[in-house]
């Protein structure tokens, strides 16, 4: 199959800022989920990812049902719909890992909580939010079900992760092992992580299967949404935004 590879611009409706932007990619597909970019949004310049979450997020919510929501982000950015959750919705908090810390605690602005293991309590939550975050998490599940205790009934978990379309079953490529030191399979890669300079290492890798994993693991209902869309300013791979339902 071949695509043609060649500059891509276009003026749309920004589903961050709302505003009408110029967005532009060298191609129309290779680029993928970092490669569209908006010129002028006040929220920094966000990735593809990004925007394709608050596309997502806003066909559920208006903008005065996310103010009035209690939000949990975890490991948030400054920039795109992190930034504009920040901004606008007083009832929400983010938080970071930060394993040397107490959990529970803050570290500036972030609550430290460990995903797997989180310190809040029951039913306290009607939204979480969380991009790119899970493939660096060693027990994904586990901490899909403490998220999902969390959550009021009907509220929702979306979030953004890295899925290969070439995989049909997920595969964790870093391990614990019993006396805590770190296994890995194949070359080990980091990404960057807006709170380490050290960057975060990737712990699984998803496939296609991530649904199904998900449903036998959780109580949640899951939907996954991919993007080829001018309107909602995502195209290529790796668009993938999972909203589970409680």
């Known amino acids: 199959m071949h695509f043609e590879t060649r500059l891509k611009s276009f003026i749309a409706i920004c589903p961050i800022c709302l505003d009408r932007t110029h967005f532009e990619a060298e191609d129309d597909y290779w680029s993928g989920r970092d490669g569209l970019t908006a010129r002028n949004c006040k929220y920094g310049q966000c990735v593809t990812r990004e925007g394709a979450l608050a596309y997502v997020l806003r066909s559920f919510y208006s903008d005065d049902a996310l103010r009035r929501s209690r939000i949990h982000e975890s490991s948030p950015a400054e920039r795109g719909i992190s930034a504009w959750m920040q901004k606008h919705c007083p009832r929400y908090i983010c938080t970071g890992y930060f394993p040397d810390q107490t959990f529970g605690s803050f570290v500036g602005k972030l609550r430290n909580e460990n995903l797997e293991s989180q310190t809040f309590s029951d039913e306290i939550f009607d939204l979480v939010v969380h991009l790119d975050v899970l493939e660096h998490v060693f027990d994904p599940f586990s901490a899909l079900r403490e998220i999902c205790r969390t959550l009021v009934a009907d509220g929702r978990c979306i979030f953004s992760v890295p899925t290969y379309n070439e995989q049909a079953v997920s595969s964790q490529v870093a391990f614990k092992s019993s006396d805590q030191s770190l296994q890995t399979i194949g070359e080990i890669e980091y990404h960057a992580n807006p709170q380490?300079?050290?960057?975060?290492?990737?712990?699984?890798?998803?496939?296609?299967?991530?649904?199904?994993?998900?449903?036998?693991?959780?109580?949640?209902?899951?939907?996954v949404r991919r993007f080829q869309s001018k309107q909602a300013a995502a195209t290529g791979f790796m668009t993938e935004v999972y909203i589970l339902t409680k």
């Open 196 to 223: 380490s300079a050290h960057g975060s290492l990737v712990t699984w890798r998803y496939g296609y299967d991530l649904p199904l994993l998900i449903s036998r693991a959780t109580e949640f209902d899951v939907e």
